[in-house]
């Protein structure tokens, strides 16, 4: 018999179905006993007598016959709550062991490190399956709307060469060169750049990148992910209006129950901001009790340098006093070039930043595609000529006709946490990485073999 789901079987009334799932709970009433089953679409109470020994998170086969229920035993609070499943034969299929921790709250009272442990488990919570499919929902909504509008989706190396985008890279040692590593990708600016020369002009990437940085609530230890965007032919204003325009309609689709205070979206100069809000990611929603109220808004204008300081990755050195305040590919305002050498501290950047209830979810800018200005840049920040050649084929892929060009990049997990009102990145994560940097379930970093070493050529001193 084919199987049908939980969420089907109000159009199965008198009809007999076979239902696969999970069992949610078991309630004996002595005589009668009832079973919630679950699966992927919900819940749907069966019953039965003399069921034999069944317990919760069971995996069984339910066949029987849908009844509707009578009304005054109806619960609305369940889409299949007019009918129940009048049990023929329960079959177990798999057993469950009692769960090592509750899944039948929001989860939040737990332990960080015995939800990571046991995370397929915590995923079953209905709060955190449901970020999930509306994770999913939002990348399919994104691809699919960056696709018709003829962005190409590229995927990028993750074996790669460090790029300067501010913090520690990780780095993977590499077998066949010993002594050399590549370095997992902080974001794939370089290539995306790469791909603006190549001709493609419209590219998109759901990007997972790398940062060796500590973990805050909305800082991810290790990897998160990116909507990697970049245009050639391009003004920041188009960067400003596909992407307001991209995420409205996202809101309207995939999270209907919320609203957006305020469209068109402000648009905020880094010093205002910084006077009138003290922060370069404000706050704007009119009412911050209320969970539904998205505030959007854009933050530009930035310097485009700030003060360089010793924790700062970008490798800069020498007497250089500065440091790119976005990274350093983005372009001086037009306005400003002239100022670069004399007053750079005046100089602003054409960059990006797209901020949603306090967070900054995204950043982006108009890049440099002059390499006269580039060189000027890398020089302002005290780069020696060494490091300068570590970006000789960025410099020499411009010399065959480089389209001007800029791009953004929100990160997913971030906006996502935002859009669900979530206290922390790991709630819309399905494996996240600890503070402590251990994986879940995994439990990564582990220690290689003596034999992986050797083959690597390397001698762990600690
Ligand atoms: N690669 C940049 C970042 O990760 C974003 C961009 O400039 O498009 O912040």
Redesign the pocket.
Known sequence: MKRILARKTPNKIGKEVRLLGWVNSVRDHGKISFIDLRDRTGIVQCVGQKLGEISSEYVVEIIGKVAKRPEKLVNPNIPTGEVEVQIKSVKIISKASELPLPIGTDGLEIEESVRSKYRYLDLRRPRMAKNIRLRSQTVSFIRDWLTKRSFVEIETPILTKTTP?GARDFLVPSRLQKGKFYALPQ?P?QYKQLLMVAGFERYFQIAR?FRDEDSRADRAYGEFT?I?IEMSFVEQEDILVLTEKMFTELVKEVFPNKKISQSPWPRISHKEAMSKYKTDKPDLRKDKSDKDELAFSWVVDFPLFTAQSSGDYFHGSGSAKLAPS??MFTAPHPDDVAKLLEDPASVRGLQHDLVLNGFEVG???IRIHDPEIQSKIFKLIGFSENQKKDFDHLLKAFEYGVPPHG???PGLDRLLMALLGESSLREVMAFPTQASGATSVLDAPSKPSQEQLKELGIKVSS
């Open positions: 985008e974001s600016q990148c990116q990697d976005h990274h950043g982006g800018s791009g953004i990049a």
